[in-house]
């Protein structure tokens, strides 16, 4: 029974944690990168900490591996290589932080988003289908994996992130 409650811990805290990334073309115009950030807190998750960094290429080679044979890739790195972004650890205090981070970026296809949730970040901002704003993690592996990489994170300071622009 004393391995039962730190196993259940560990596993509320899988899937109540997730990776997302705030992508350069929303990091470059202070108002969008604020709006995010705005939307992910109206949206009930709690940014745990972040901070900008300049992805190398290795990094985005890294984080974008699943898609190494797709044709969009080397557009994709060169894309998240081409500026600063905000590299954050959100959670969730009720519910899955994976999910619902998910939901609020909507699909990476921009244009389906038009047509099925005009609310979502994507659908608002984004300008292609990649260059899409945002970045999320998609299962709780593939989230631990971007945790790992890019931490450890500071506590969130919006006004420290978005005066850096």
Request: aromatic share 10%; with cysteine.
């Given at each position: 029974?004393?391995?039962?409650?730190?196993?259940?811990?560990?596993l509320?805290?899988?899937?109540?944690?997730?990776?997302?990334?705030?992508?350069?073309?929303?990091?470059?115009?202070?108002?969008?990168?604020?709006?995010?950030?705005n939307?992910?807190?109206?949206?009930?998750?709690?940014?745990?900490?972040?901070?900008?960094?300049?992805l190398?290429?290795?990094?985005?080679?890294?984080?974008?591996?699943?898609?190494?044979?797709?044709?969009?890739?080397?557009?994709?790195?060169?894309?998240?290589?081409?500026?600063?972004?905000?590299?954050?650890?959100?959670?969730?205090?009720?519910?899955?932080?994976?999910?619902?981070?998910?939901?609020?970026?909507?699909?990476?296809?921009?244009?389906?988003?038009?047509?099925?949730?005009?609310?979502?970040?994507?659908?608002?901002?984004?300008?292609?289908?990649?260059?899409?704003?945002?970045?999320?993690?998609?299962?709780?592996d593939?989230?631990?994996?971007?945790?790992?990489?890019?931490?450890?994170?500071?506590?969130?300071d919006?006004?420290?992130?978005?005066?850096q622009?």
């Amino acid at each position: 029974m004393r391995f039962v409650v730190p196993l259940l811990n560990l596993l509320s805290s899988r899937t109540s944690s997730t990776f997302a990334m705030i992508k350069p073309e929303a990091v470059a115009y202070p108002f969008i990168a604020k709006e995010i950030l705005n939307e992910i807190i109206k949206n009930g998750i709690e940014i745990v900490g972040a901070k900008r960094i300049r992805l190398n290429r290795n990094d985005a080679e890294r984080l974008y591996r699943i898609h190494q044979e797709k044709f969009f890739y080397e557009r994709l790195i060169q894309h998240v290589t081409s500026g600063p972004v905000i590299v954050m650890r959100l959670r969730c205090s009720s519910g899955d932080a994976i999910e619902r981070w998910r939901t609020l970026m909507g699909s990476s296809k921009v244009f389906r988003n038009m047509l099925n949730n005009r609310k979502c970040l994507r659908a608002r901002f984004a300008i292609s289908d990649t260059r899409n704003l945002v970045h999320g993690a998609d299962s709780v592996d593939t989230s631990n994996y971007e945790l790992q990489l890019f931490g450890p994170y500071p506590p969130y300071d919006q006004q420290k992130l978005i005066a850096q622009s």
